[in-house]
């Protein structure tokens, strides 16, 4: 019995040394990186007509490796964030029409306060770079200006000023001191055009001008706006704030019946400049009024599709600010962010002087893009709601010149936002580096700053006129 055992281990001995070689060669290897980079080029070696044979094993198989593209890179880093690439829509085009990179460019995202661009643009094309919101004020009864007495009532009606806050009042309170107006014997009537801190009410607008007009009633927080305002080019030779008096100074709302004559008229910074300190701060009320002027979302989306040429199906608008559900694709967002730069250019105009510049304006892109080699290279708007983060506008650089960009996400802004540095600079470092396209802030310090108040008066002399 024990002959037939050895015999029986002999031979699978022998079994097992002849397939030794054959199994070693099919054990599996792990795939690296490197494998990963090679099968680039073992793609494309694939389609060539090459002799019919036996194929060389992998290991003899050295091609140089081949780097990461741009796509790659930026997918790779998304995937790490996340499990899909889904939730991010990305496109960067340069100025000749090549795309630079294009993630789900033609889906559906919402652009936030991305929105504000379309507003913005919707506004000015309409309304004019230069306009100026007027607000109007006149009198009733009559004034001696001997005296200096208005026996009447100061009228202020506007035409929906955004930009109309406590600071204008100063303006207009020194304006009346200067014409020779020292007190008034009588009320104020609001207007139903009146803004002021964006409130329409007229008890509230009259308690405003009442307090700010009459320097012996300045609460403290009135002291407070005056003296941030002192260094402002546009105050800045009012060392010292004279004002008017008022008395009794009630608060009416104007039922337009009583007569009334032009005293003067305060006309807002000019509309771009509104717009620029607008799109920094993304101040949602302030839009939603300019938007009123041009139709609101319905007006907004109708310019987008007859002017900006986008198609219908890639933008849904509910809002002008960007609050609530609105919808746009990144494709067509850098079409409107070219056709931004194109309309602003025929009119001599950057796109600095519309959005924020990154790192250097004060407001949501201030402390974005401060690193050295990215500070001054981004214009561009932001959008954050509570599960959407967005930017978009430009980049210049050194290799591909400048590129339109639109990064709109679905996720945490929190963690968002630094992924959306990390793809800026992921392009620019593939495009030769950036370039800073501003070195110095673009923005007025105040929304009055340029602002104008004219005398409207239309006769003066020593006794009571009208």
């Keep these: 019995m024990k002959h037939p055992v050895r015999m029986s281990l002999a031979l699978w001995s022998a079994c097992c040394l002849l397939t ?42 050295q091609p140089p ?21 889904q939730p991010h829509g990305i496109y960067f085009e340069a100025l000749d029409g090549t795309p630079v990179l294009s993630l789900n460019e033609g889906l559906m995202y919402n652009p936030a306060s991305v929105t504000k661009v379309m507003t913005s643009m919707a506004a000015l094309e309409a309304l004019g770079v230069n306009y100026r919101y007027p607000t109007r004020i006149s009198y009733t009864g009559a004034i001696d200006w001997s005296t200096g007495t208005l026996m009447g009532d100061l009228v202020f009606s506007g035409e929906q000023d955004p930009s109309f806050v406590t600071e204008s009042l100063f303006l207009i309170g020194e304006k009346l001191y200067e014409m020779g107006i020292r007190n008034v014997q009588g009320n104020l009537r609001i207007g139903s055009g009146m803004l002021l801190n964006l409130r329409s009410q007229p008890a509230v607008i009259g308690s405003e001008i009442l307090t700010t007009l009459d320097r012996s009633r300045w609460t ?10 002192r260094g402002v080019r546009a105050f800045s030779q009012m060392p010292v704030y004279h004002g008017i008096t008022i008395s009794p100074g009630n608060a009416l709302a104007d039922d337009h019946t009583t007569p009334r004559y032009p005293l003067l008229e305060y006309r807002s910074s000019p509309l771009l400049k509104i717009l620029k300190s607008i799109n920094a701060y993304s101040h949602n009320e302030m839009t939603h009024v300019v938007g009123a002027r041009v139709g609101g979302a319905a007006g907004v989306r109708q310019y987008l599709i007859e002017k900006v040429k986008l198609p219908p199906q890639e933008v849904y608008l509910q809002t002008t600010s960007g609050l609530g559900q609105n919808a746009i694709t990144p494709r067509a967002t850098v079409k409107l962010m070219r056709y ?14 519309l959005l924020p510049i ?12 401060t690193s050295p080699d990215l500070i001054g290279t981004v214009i561009g708007k932001t959008g954050t709601l509570s599960s959407t983060s967005a930017l978009a506008g430009i980049l210049y650089t050194q290799k591909r010149g400048l590129l339109f960009f639109a990064i709109l996400e679905r996720g945490s ?27 110095g802030s673009e923005m007025s310090p105040s929304l009055c700053e340029d602002a104008e108040v004219m005398e409207r008066v239309t006769a003066r002399t020593a006794g009571t006129s009208r």
């Design 20 to 61: 030794l070689p054959l199994m070693a060669q099919q054990r599996p290897r792990v795939v690296t990186n490197d494998d990963l980079r090679r099968s680039v080029a073992v793609r494309v070696d694939s389609g060539n007509n090459h002799p019919s044979g036996p194929a060389a094993p992998l290991d003899e198989v």
């Design 65 to 85: 490796p081949v780097p990461l593209t741009l796509p790659d890179l930026v997918t790779a880093r998304l995937l790490s964030y996340s499990r899909s690439v």
């Design 220 to 229: 403290p927080k009135t002291e407070a706006v005056w003296n941030a305002v």
């Design 340 to 353: 931004a730069v194109n309309w602003l250019e025929k009119r001599n105009i950057s796109l600095g002087e």
């Design 413 to 439: 802004p929190h963690s968002l936002r630094p992924l959306q540095e990390e793809i800026i600079s992921m392009v620019a470092a593939d495009s030769g580096g950036a370039l800073p396209l501003a070195l």
């Design 358 to 369: 990154a790192g250097i304006d004060n407001g949501t892109l201030q402390r974005r893009f």
